[in-house]
């Protein structure tokens, strides 16, 4: 019996106008991506690549110019037109950094009970109760409700907006580099609470992420992206210890270690050149104008996902492929 699927998303492109008409910019140039339900899914790849964006149209913040993108086996452009409050309980995003997307003009307590006063929870002992398990669920005490977000520390007003985003109980989350704006000391506690928090609500979690090393501790499985398409999905296990793709080898091998004697040694793959514009993307695989390895084949024709020896998908002329 398959799997049940969370989030779908099917030949998606999000292309924004340009000045040149002819060359829209398409960050986000034909995806397709499955998440089964309760699994922890990293979206990975440098700047530019389109990762936000794709994550912004899977939430329905951003409309795509093509494709399309199911949540829990339905359209989300029917949940938009029909049903956009019951969509709200199904997913929500938590956004990169957490002092923008809290009102500097309300109280934590206020940010938290206004999802619950929008979808009628209209007894306020009902709306104290669910504060306070959300409270808990984020590991912050009751002191904060009354406090405004500019007097929290960064790890705490993240996790403010955790706990707004789990106010409703939705099944996914989709979280946008939700990491980046902390600090070093406080990101070890965030993963713990991402890991602890996908376990006991068992929540589909799909986070976007240039941190390798903490994908690799958080989540059970990856895209990589590279220029608005994806190049490699797969568990996160095979992907870090058999990388098949020659830009998920290149990314990888930035990533330092902890041992200096292993990082000493070890080999780094250094590309060549800048990524190309998303208005103006190669013929043929997008990598070619980078890859070490590129052939004319690379210049022409364009690579697809194919599932390779190790059980994962990879767009790669050269991938040893079933």
Known sequence: MPEPIAVEVRGVKVHFPASDAEHPVRAVDGIDLSVPVG??????????????????TIVGLQKQTAGEVNINGRSIADWMSRDRLKFAKEMQFVFQNPLGSLSRRQTIGQSLEEPLLIHGQKRPLDRRQRINELLELVHLPDTVLDRLPRSLSGGQRQRVAIARALALKPSILICDEPLSALDVSIRAQIVGLFTELQRTLGLTIVIISHDLAIVREMCSSVSVMYLGKVVEVGDVNSIFEAPTHPYTQALLSAVPSPDPRVEKNRERIILSGEPPSPMYSPSGCRFNTRCPITAQQCETDEPHLLQVNHGGDVACHFSDTK
């Open 39 to 56: 699994s922890f899914h990293a979206i990975v790849g440098e700047s530019g690549c389109g990762k936000t964006t794709l994550a912004r």
